[in-house]
């Protein structure tokens, strides 16, 4: 079972909705990340928090707002996006942070479906 | 820039020993090599990292040549279970600037 907690699983949203997907984890892991994973490709990294603050942004567009309200919390809030926008959003979590951070713990993804 | 290569897709049968090896010929003096599991609708999962020589779990065998050039994933007596994409990633193991590199993973079936 993951420790590192999503929601929601599944979100089908327009392309002029605002929507936000949610993490939770309690491992004590001082770095967040959100991935970006299309069908039959690896993750790509999205964003990285570290202590709370954003250490890292891989020129993710801006209809793309992460937000880290504590250091057990992450968000991603979502805004006009496009139907090229539909992938599994993963949210992990480490000991360290960076691009690497020791081992990385994932959870279960939410789908989001841009219509 | 190190780049991961691995096969696209493998089969086996229950029971067997399963191989997956992953090129990574410009990996750097401090790059470790980490290898995740990931089953459809779910996140990746760690199962093992190393540096070299042999490293080994409750889960699987990791073995790492003394060039690090490649590194091979050993998964013993799989079963239907273990049908799953496997990554395979070289980087820093913690406090570095450099990114983790993803191979496209394996896709390995598991047949009865």
């Known amino acids: 079972d993951t420790e590192v907690t999503q929601t929601p699983k599944h979100l089908v949203m327009g392309m002029t909705n605002k929507k936000s997907l949610k993490c939770e984890q309690h491992?004590?892991?001082?770095?967040m990340y959100w991935y970006k994973q299309k069908a039959k490709k690896p993750p790509e990294l999205m964003f990285v928090?570290?202590?709370?603050?954003?250490?890292i942004n891989e020129s993710v567009p801006s209809r793309f707002s992460p937000e880290c309200p504590n250091s057990s919390l992450l968000n991603l809030h979502l805004h006009a996006l496009q139907p090229e926008d539909s992938a599994l959003y993963l949210c992990?979590?480490?000991?360290?942070?960076?691009?690497?951070?020791?081992?990385?713990?994932f959870g279960e993804g939410s789908w989001l479906t841009v219509v | 820039l190190a780049k991961t290569t691995q096969p696209i897709s493998m089969d086996s049968y229950e029971g067997q020993e399963v191989n997956i090896t992953c090129s990574h010929n410009?990996?750097?003096?401090?790059?470790?090599i980490t290898w995740y599991q990931q089953f459809p609708s779910q996140g990746p999962r760690f199962i093992i990292q190393?540096?070299?020589?042999?490293v080994t779990n409750e889960v699987a065998s990791l073995f790492i040549p003394a060039d690090r050039k490649s590194s091979t994933l050993s998964l013993p007596r799989v079963s239907l279970s273990d049908t799953a994409v496997y990554y395979c990633?070289?980087?820093?193991?913690?406090?570095?600037?450099?990114?983790?590199?993803w191979g496209l993973g394996t896709s390995l079936a598991v047949n009865p």
């Open positions: 190393g540096y070299k020589t042999k």
């Open positions: 990633l070289v980087g820093p193991n913690a406090g570095n600037n450099r990114k983790l590199i």
């Open positions: 491992m004590g892991h001082r770095a």
């Open positions: 992990a979590s480490s000991q360290g942070g960076g691009y690497s951070g020791n081992t990385i713990y």
């Open positions: 410009n990996i750097a003096t401090n790059d470790y």
């Open positions: 928090y570290s202590y709370e603050k954003l250490s």
